[in-house]
C-alpha cells in the first residue's frame, strides 16, 4: 500500500516568490492536514481539508493557503515568501473522522529554503 | 490554549540503559494522546494512541503510559537503532492537534 506521497522534496526560492506544494494521500484516505516544522517552533497546525473543504485552519497568516481536489490530492499554496518561511512542511493523511482522534499517515515532507 | 511540553529536549543513553520520555499536557477535553518517532529527513511514524488515564501500551522495547497530566513512553533496553526524535501529541476539543517539540533520543552502542 503505498504511503503518503509529497513533491517536491527540496526546493529554493527567493523573497517574495510563491511556492505550490503537493501531498498525495493513501488510498481512500479523505482527510488530509499540513503542518509547518521547524527548529524554534516544532510541528504547528496549517490546516486541514476533508472531502475538499477547509475543516480548520491553524495560526497563520492569509498568505498560506490550501486546497483539496475531488480524488482527495492536496496542494498548499504560500505566497510572497519570507525567510521565515523555511521550514519542512509535512502533510498528512487520515482515516479517522477526526483528525485529533486518530493516528496520522505523513510523508517525508517538503523542505523550502527561502534565500 | 492547549499546550504540550516534553522533556528532556535531548537525551543520551548506553545501549541497554533503560530510560523515560515525559510529555506533559494541558489539552481541553483529551480525545487522544499520540506518540510518534521521526528520523532525520523523515516525516513522523505513528507509534501509540492513548485515549484513556490508566492505559498503557507497548511496541517492541516502547511502552507508553498515560495520567491525567502526563504521558510517559518508556524505552526498555534500547538499541543504536531507537535513536530518533519522539513527537507527543494531544488531540482535543480543539480539534488541532497540539505537538510538543519532541525528545531527540541518541543511543549509543
Known sequence: ?115 | EDQVTQSPEALRLQEGESSSLNCSYTVSGLRGLFWYRQDPGKGPEFLFTLYSAGEEKEKERLKATLTKKESFLHITAPKPEDSATYLCAGGGGSYIPTFGRGTSLIVHP
Not at chain 1, 482527510?31 to 497563520?60: A, H, I
Not at chain 1, 505566497?79 to 486518530?102: F, K, M, P, V
Request: glycine share 10%.
Open chain 1, 1 to 115: 500500500k503505498a504511503g503518503v506521497t509529497q513533491t517536491p522534496r527540496y526546493l529554493i526560492k527567493t523573497r517574495g516568490q510563491q511556492v505550490t506544494l503537493s501531498c498525495s494521500p493513501i488510498s481512500g484516505h479523505r482527510s488530509v492536514s499540513w503542518y509547518q516544522q521547524t527548529p524554534g517552533q516544532g510541528l504547528q497546525f496549517l490546516f486541514e481539508y476533508f472531502s475538499e473543504t477547509q475543516r480548520n485552519k491553524g495560526n497563520f497568516p492569509g498568505r498560506f493557503s490550501g486546497r483539496q481536489f475531488s480524488n482527495s490530492r492536496s496542494e498548499m499554496n504560500v505566497s510572497t515568501l519570507e525567510l521565515g518561511d523555511s521550514a519542512l512542511y509535512l502533510c498528512a493523511s487520515s482515516l479517522a473522522r477526526e483528525i485529533n482522534t486518530g493516528e496520522l499517515f505523513f510523508g517525508e515532507g517538503s523542505r523550502l529554503t527561502v534565500l
